[in-house]
Nanobody, 120 residues
Framework: QVQLVESRGGLVQPGGSLRLSCAAS????????MGWYRQAPGKERGLVAD???????NYADSVKGRFTISRDNAKNTVYLQLNSLKPEDTAVYYC??????????????WGQGTQVTVSS
């Protein structure tokens, strides 16, 4: 089992910034992908950004140029820097990780979610 612990989100004014972090612990073998998803009320959960263990990144079109994902492999931690926040970024943000074990079996894990609210 792998546990994902996210930092607290918060209330931010439009145009503001916020940094989220997510630390993985437990039976980690190879966290091939770590990332962030979000879910707004009445909408499906969707990808915000993810990053491979080699540093390759992938972003949703809606956040390109505003959000930056990074990771510290030594700390098994992924970060999401949210800049130029808009009200439509309001959502619960979930950390995600895919762990590959020694038998090359793949397991997906989710954090508990953290609320980000963008409002004046």
């Amino acid at each position: 089992q792998v546990q994902l612990v996210e930092s607290r989100g918060g209330l931010v004014q439009p145009g503001g910034s916020l940094r989220l972090s997510c630390a993985a612990s437990g039976s980690i073998f190879n966290l091939v992908i770590m990332g962030w998803y979000r879910q707004a009320p009445g909408k499906e959960r969707g990808l915000v950004a993810d990053i491979t263990n080699s540093g390759r990144t992938n972003y949703a079109d809606s956040v390109k140029g505003r959000f930056t994902i990074s990771r510290d492999n030594a700390k098994n931690t992924v970060y999401l820097q949210l800049n130029s926040l808009k009200p439509e970024d309001t959502a619960v943000y979930y950390c995600y990780a895919r762990n590959i074990d020694s038998f090359r079996r793949s397991y997906d894990y989710w954090g508990q979610g953290t609320q980000v609210t963008v409002s004046s």
